[in-house]
Structures are given as structure tokens and as C-alpha cells.
């Protein structure tokens, strides 16, 4: 069993930084793909950013967000620069053992979210 918290989330304002954090409980943890996602009011959950060996991104944080990993503290992190209103959603930790293939929709293990508020 995986158990993924996060924590870092807060009400900040436009064009401020802030650092998500996701500590993960599983037994190796660099055989995981890790990942960021978030959901704003009244959309679908959508994915942010993944890491596995290489990073991926969703076009909107491309160059301002930044995935990053330390597998001997299974933790996993989202440094968020610039934010924009448009940031603003429940942000989710997730986590899938790295023989699910990299193109399935599929994730197995979810954080219960941190809420980041970017206000004007």
C-alpha cells in the first residue's frame, strides 16, 4: 500500500512562488512515477507535471512550473513560480509503479490534496 501527503498549499497572491511537497510511504520508491495534478471548481481533474527518469509538463505551467524528486527521502515536489489566477485548484500527489505504461491514463495512488488559493 502507497500513502502520499501533501502539504505547501496557501492563499498567495499573483506572480508569487510556492512549494508543494508530497511525502510518499512505499518500499522503493524510485520504481515510481510520481506526479502533480489539480482541480479547480466545477472542472476536471487535469494533469500538471510527472516524473520518472524525465519530467513532463502541461502546456499552462510549462517554464514556470518545476517537478522534482528525492528518492531517498521519497518525497516529491512542485516548486510553482509565477502563479496566476488560473492556478488556483486542489492540487493531488499521485504515484504508479513504473512498469504501467507511461502513456496510460491510469494513475494507482492519490494524495488527498492541498488547496492553493492565488488571488489578484
Known amino acids: 500500500q502507497v500513502r502520499l501527503v501533501e502539504s505547501g498549499g496557501g492563499l498567495v497572491q499573483s506572480g508569487a512562488s510556492l512549494r508543494l511537497s508530497c511525502a510518499a510511504s512505499?518500499?522503493?520508491?524510485?520504481?515510481?512515477?510520481v506526479g502533480w495534478f489539480r482541480q479547480a471548481p466545477g472542472k476536471e481533474r487535469e494533469f500538471v507535471a510527472g516524473?520518472?527518469?524525465?519530467?513532463q509538463y502541461a502546456d499552462s505551467v510549462k517554464d514556470r512550473f518545476i517537478i522534482a524528486r528525492d528518492n531517498a527521502n521519497k518525497m516529491v515536489y512542485l516548486q510553482m513560480n509565477n502563479l496566476r489566477l488560473e492556478d488556483t485548484a486542489v492540487y493531488y500527489c499521485?504515484?504508479?509503479?513504473?512498469?504501467?505504461?507511461?502513456?496510460?491514463?491510469?494513475?494507482?495512488?492519490w494524495g488527498q490534496g492541498t488547496q492553493v488559493t492565488v488571488s489578484s
Open positions: 512505499v518500499g522503493t520508491f524510485a520504481n515510481y512515477e
Open positions: 499521485a504515484a504508479r509503479h513504473m512498469t504501467v505504461p507511461s502513456t496510460s491514463r491510469s494513475w494507482t495512488y
Open positions: 516524473m520518472l527518469w524525465s519530467t
